[in-house]
Nanobody
Framework: QVQLVESGGGLVQAGGSLRLSCVAS????????MGWFRQSPGKEREFVGA????????FYADSVRGRFTISRDNAKNTVYLQMNSLKPEDTAVYYC??????????????????WGQGTQVTVSS
């Protein structure tokens, strides 16, 4: 089993920045790519971005590309989501997720085996 714990959420004004962290524990050797997703009230959970195991490849949703950056520190079993130029529509609960199988970076929710509990991000206008 792998446990994921997110932190770093909060309230920020539009145009501001936040950095989310996700720490993995347990059988971290089984973790391959990791991703971030988000979910707003009344909406389905949506893909934000993903980073490869080696941290050399990233993949972003169109809605955040150029504003959000995913990075990964395997020595610390931690993945980060740097969010800049935040907009009110970025308000959501943000979830960290981990894949355990090799393959291309993906936005498919069903391919992520482990999930964190989420952290709330609220962007005020």
């Amino acid at each position: 089993q792998v446990q994921l714990v997110e932190s770093g959420g909060g309230l920020v004004q539009a145009g501001g920045s936040l950095r989310l962290s996700c720490v993995a524990s347990g059988r971290t050797g089984s973790v391959d790519a990791m991703g971030w997703f988000r979910q707003s009230p009344g909406k389905e959970r949506e893909f934000v971005g993903a980073v490869s195991k080696s941290a050399t490849s990233t993949f972003y949703a169109d809605s955040v590309r150029g504003r959000f950056t995913i990075s990964r520190d395997n020595a610390k079993n931690t993945v980060y989501l740097q969010m800049n130029s935040l907009k009110p529509e970025d308000t959501a609960v943000y979830y960290c997720a981990a894949q355990t199988g090799r393959g291309p970076l993906t936005s498919a929710i069903g391919l992520y085996r482990y999930w964190g509990q989420g952290t709330q991000v609220t962007v005020s206008s």
